[in-house]
Each structure stands twice: as C-alpha cells, then as structure tokens.
C-alpha cells in the first residue's frame, strides 16, 4: 500500500478525531455571523485567517479581497489561541469558509476536507521553493498554496553576551550553561515560550531524529531525544528560564522589554525587534542536543486552503489562483510589509532586497542551512502527544521513556489510522 493511499474516511468522524473536538455547537459562534446568512447559501465567498499579531496584516487581507471583482470575499478574523479548533469546528458545520488558512495535514486530504489544486500550481511549481510543494503533496497532488514561510530561532542580545563574557552556543549543554550566566535579578536568560511547545520539534531535529521516517514509522522515539528532554528538564527547573511571559513565544515584547536575554521567537518579528533593539539583536538556530544532531531551524507558515465540501469550491479556487498565484504583488506585500517572512515564491525571494542583507539575510541563511519543513503526514493528533510529552517531563518530572512510550501509542494509533 502507497504511504499516502487514499481510503474511505467519513469527514466528520475524522475531523473531530484530529481535534478532540466535543459536539461542534458549542463553538459555532465563531463561524454564524459570516454574512453568508446560513453558509452555503449566501452569494460570496468566506476566508478564515488567524489573527496575525503584525500590525497592519487584516487591512492588508481585506485589501486583497476588495480588489477581486469575480466576487464579494469576506473575511474572518480568528483572534485568541486556538484558531485550529475554532476552524475545525467550523468545518463540520454549514457555516464553514469556502477557503481557510492552515498547515498541510494529511487527514485533511483522506477526509475530503481540502480540494486538489494540482491544476493552478502546476504551471507554476518550478517558481515555488521545492519543499513547500512536496509538503503539500499527496499521491502526486497538490493542496495547498503555500503563502508564506516563517522560520524560527534564537534572538538574542549581543550586549548582554558580552557583558556577562559568553558566546553564542552551538550545544543545548551551551545554552544551559549561558542562560546562567545571562540571569540576573531583573533578567532571564532565556525564554522558550509559555507552553515550551514551539521548540518541541526543533529539539527533535537537533538531537538527530525526525518526528516520522520516509515510511511513514515513528522516528522520534530515540536515545537522542531521551537525552534531549532530560536537558530541558534541567533548563526547566535552573530558575534561568523565563516563565510565565505576559505574551507568549510568538509575541517580541519579551526580548524588547527586557525580560530576557534569549527568546525563541520568529523572523517574522524581526521588524519588530529592530525598531527597538536596533543592531543590538541577533540570532541563532536551535543548538545541536548531541553529536548525532546538527542545529535545526523549524519552518511554520501557513497556506491556503479550499474547503472541498462548499458548494463554491471552484469560485473559492479561482480566487485562491488570482490571489496567490497571479497577484506577486500582494503576496510579496503580504510576506515582507508586515513583519518579515520568507516568499516561497522563489522569484520574488531572490528579488526581495529586504531579505538581501544584515539580520535578515543571516535569517534567509540558516533556513536555508538547517531548515526543516511541515511533514503532511504529522498531524494534530500527533503534534497534541508529543506536547503531552513536553507537559510530563518538562515541565513536570516524569520519565523521558514512560512518556516516549505513551506517545507512541497515540501516533502509532493515529498512523494505522491513516496509513493501514
């Protein structure tokens, strides 16, 4: 059986299966008031975006959506931290969007959820960094259109570096040891966000492991990540880890009010930090946890998506083409006026005088190096039991291996599910 063979799924069951969702009801709210006057049956199109923390992003989707005279598109903007449970909900109703930003996840395909865009990206594949389309792809089709690429790393402040005489480390055993150094009584060495679960992946790679193998088989339960959990474990209980942030990893204002020396965050704050750093700021990849491992630079992103089950499917289609496939404007616009991101459109990444030097050049470069991309076959399912992993022996004290081993049979569970 081909890894990625398509089965009989039933939508519903699936969706809340990859969620843990409860009766969709009770969530409802976030999608009825759409304009649509019942879902299916208004005239125009609905999007779903999260709400971006860039200033200046949802007048620029807005913009894009008021200059498209096929159709009136509107647009909802998803505030507050679990727009992936917000949408998915809304999915399994009739007020679901005709098209709607996420991440690639392969149960989205087996359910039906997503339409094929094999026929818009096709006559511009070769334009598209390469593993952005491989992410996307299932059984040599393409869903997904990928908008923007967002790698992320450590930043830091070279002055508080060389005021306490440390260097920049190439070793989590490194980054314990300096955010030591780095803590004072004002001061946390380093920050990892509020939950630590955006640098789970990260961990992963950089121990030497992978979250699945090219078979689709469970790649992250190893000797590597074992050590690597039990590292955090002690950065987790040093006192030189920032906790508790009044905004989460995502967010620069640790870093830029001065809470922390080192903050795990993303180069699309870059901007952001610039303007109240100056070039007092720097970066850095996830350090190697081992000798099997190298530094690692997770790629996030998001792309666009159409919801296979509208009955405006092809309109929401053609509007996806024209936006993020015709307009190279507006997507350039739209990956470097608000924050930096990197355009998977490799011709407007080359051109893109923004990311050609200083700060983001050094950015562009270590994606280039040690980035790794979403595997479509990694799935919410699966990225829930390796936080659950995080949550019992990080930040709690339980036992690298017993919660290993918990994980394994949530993913191996979720993997007979979608591969046999």
């Keep these: 059986m081909s890894a990625f063979s398509n089965s009989n799924w039933d939508r519903r069951s699936v969706l809340r299966a990859a969620m843990g969702l409860a009766a969709a009801g009770g969530l409802a709210a976030c999608g009825s008031n759409n304009g649509r006057g019942g879902g299916a049956s208004g005239d125009g199109l ?5 709400a971006y923390g860039e200033a200046g992003t949802e007048q620029a989707i807005k913009r894009y959506a008021a200059a498209y005279d096929k159709a009136e598109v509107t647009t909802q903007w998803i505030t507050g931290s679990n727009f992936e449970s917000k949408l998915f909900a809304s999915l ?7 098209l709607f930003e996420f991440h690639p996840q392969i149960q989205l395909v087996k359910s039906g959820q997503v339409l094929d865009l094999t026929d818009i990206v096709e006559p511009v594949k070769d334009d598209f960094n390469q593993a952005d389309i491989q992410s996307h792809t299932v059984d040599g089709k393409i869903y997904g259109v990928r908008m923007i ?15 306490a005489g440390v260097e920049v480390p ?3 055993d490194e980054l314990i040891e300096i955010a030591a150094k780095l803590t004072t009584d004002k001061v946390k060495g380093v920050y990892l966000g509020n939950t630590l679960q955006a640098v ?3 961990m992963i790679w950089a121990a030497g492991a992978d979250t699945l193998d090219e078979n689709n088989r469970i790649a992250y339960h190893t000797d590597g990540v074992v050590e690597g959990l039990k590292k955090m474990r002690k950065l987790f209980t040093s006192g030189d880890l920032l906790l508790d942030a009044p905004a989460d990893y995502w967010d620069p ?8 020396a080192i903050q795990f965050c993303g180069m699309w704050a870059m901007p952001a930090m610039q303007q109240t750093l100056g070039d007092d700021l720097g970066i850095f990849p996830f350090p190697k946890v081992n000798d099997a491992g190298k530094p690692s630079v997770y790629n996030g992103g998001w792309s666009m998506f159409v919801n296979a089950q509208s ?3 092809d309109e929401a289609k053609e509007y996806v083409k024209w936006l993020w496939i015709d307009q190279k404007e507006y997507q350039e616009d739209w990956a470097l006026s608000y924050g930096f991101h990197i355009p998977p459109r490799t011709s407007i990444a080359e051109s893109a005088d923004k990311l050609k030097s200083g700060l983001p050049a050094e950015g562009v470069k270590l994606f280039t190096d040690y980035g790794h991309f979403d595997n479509i076959g990694w799935t919410q399912a699966m990225i829930k039991a390796t936080e659950d992993v995080f949550a019992d022996c990080v930040r709690k004290d339980g036992d690298p291996e017993a919660a290993l081993d918990k994980c394994d049979k949530a993913v191996n569970t979720e993997l007979k599910n979608l591969f046999g």
């Design 200 to 202: 789970i992946r990260p």
């Design 170 to 172: 190439q070793t989590l």
């Design 253 to 260: 204002s640790a870093l830029n009010q001065g809470l922390t």
């Design 311 to 313: 009955d405006k499917a």
């Design 92 to 98: 399994l109703t009739d007020n679901a969007p005709d």
């Design 149 to 163: 690429d967002d790698p992320q790393f450590f930043f830091y402040r070279p002055s508080l570096f060389e005021k």
């Design 46 to 50: 609905v999007q779903y975006f999260h």
